[in-house]
C-alpha cells in the first residue's frame, strides 16, 4: 500500500436527501508503528464490524498514520463513535482483534494505563527482572493473572494495559502491583486462587 493511499470503508447510501444534520462527530486513532501490519492484515473486518455494526464511516489513513471515524446519516447509536474509539484504542494498543470487539458488545469494559515506574522505580536490570517477574516462564504469570481476574494484560515494556471491568482491573493490578514490589509469584498465585474463588462466587 502505498504511505499516502487511503482506504475507506464503503459509504451506506442515504435515504434523506433533505437531511438538515451537516455536523458530523469524528475521532482519530493514531496507529503505532508496531501495529500496521496487524491493522492491514486485520483491516476488511475491522471495516465490517464498524460500518455493519455501528453504522459509522471509517478511512485508513497511511499518510497521517491514523484510523478516522466519522458518524453518518446511518448511524442511530450516539455512543457509537465513542465505543468505537475505544475499540480501535485496544487494538493498537496490542489487544487481540475479537477481545477488542468485546468492547463494542459489552458495556462495562474498560482500558486501564500505567507504568511499572508509577509503583516502583526501578532502572536496568531490576526493571529486565521486573517484566521478566511479570510474564513468566512462557507468560505463565500473566496469563494466571488474566484467567483469575477475567481481564487481558498487554505487557508493552515497561508498560502495562489492562481491560476488564472496574473491579476485575482493580483485582489484577493489585496482583501485578506485588510483583512490581518484589512478592514472589508463589505468594501472587495464592491470592488469585481466593479472587478468582470470590469472582466466581458473585456469579
Known amino acids: 500500500m502505498e504511505p499516502e493511499q487511503i482506504i475507506e470503508a464503503p459509504e451506506r447510501p ?7 444534520k451537516t455536523a458530523y462527530e469524528q475521532q482519530s486513532v493514531l496507529i503505532p508503528p508496531n ?3 496487524p491493522l492491514k492484515n486485520n483491516w476488511e473486518k475491522i471495516c465490517e464490524t464498524v460500518v455493519k455494526n455501528m453504522r459509522l464511516q471509517i478511512r485508513m489513513n497511511a499518510k497521517k498514520k491514523t484510523v478516522d471515524i466519522r458518524e453518518c446519516e446511518e448511524t442511530e447509536d ?3 463513535i465513542q465505543r468505537t474509539y475505544d475499540f480501535l484504542r485496544a487494538f493498537m494498543l496490542g489487544f487481540n482483534l475479537d477481545d477488542a470487539i468485546a468492547m463494542l458488545r459489552l458495556d462495562d469494559l474498560f482500558l486501564e494505563t500505567f ?4 509503583v516502583k522505580n526501578l532502572q536496568g536490570d531490576h ?3 521486573c517484566i521478566a517477574r511479570i ?3 512462557k507468560g505463565k504469570t500473566k496469563h494466571a493473572i488474566e484467567n483469575a481476574t477475567k481481564t487481558r494484560i498487554i505487557l508493552a515494556d515497561s508498560t502495562i494495559h489492562l481491560m476488564g471491568s472496574f473491579a476485575n482491573m482493580r483485582s489484577a493490578r493489585d496482583s501485578l ?3 512490581i514490589m518484589g512478592t514472589p509469584p508463589g505468594k501472587v498465585y495464592s491470592q488469585l486462587k481466593y479472587v478468582s474463588r470470590r469472582l466466581n462466587e458473585k456469579f
Open 14 to 20: 442515504s435515504n434523506n436527501n433533505n437531511s438538515t
Open 35 to 37: 501495529r500496521m501490519t
Open 78 to 80: 450516539r455512543s457509537a
Open 115 to 118: 507504568q511499572i515506574k508509577d
Open 127 to 129: 526493571m529486565a527482572r
Open 135 to 137: 510474564s513468566g516462564e
Open 177 to 179: 502491583c506485588s510483583l
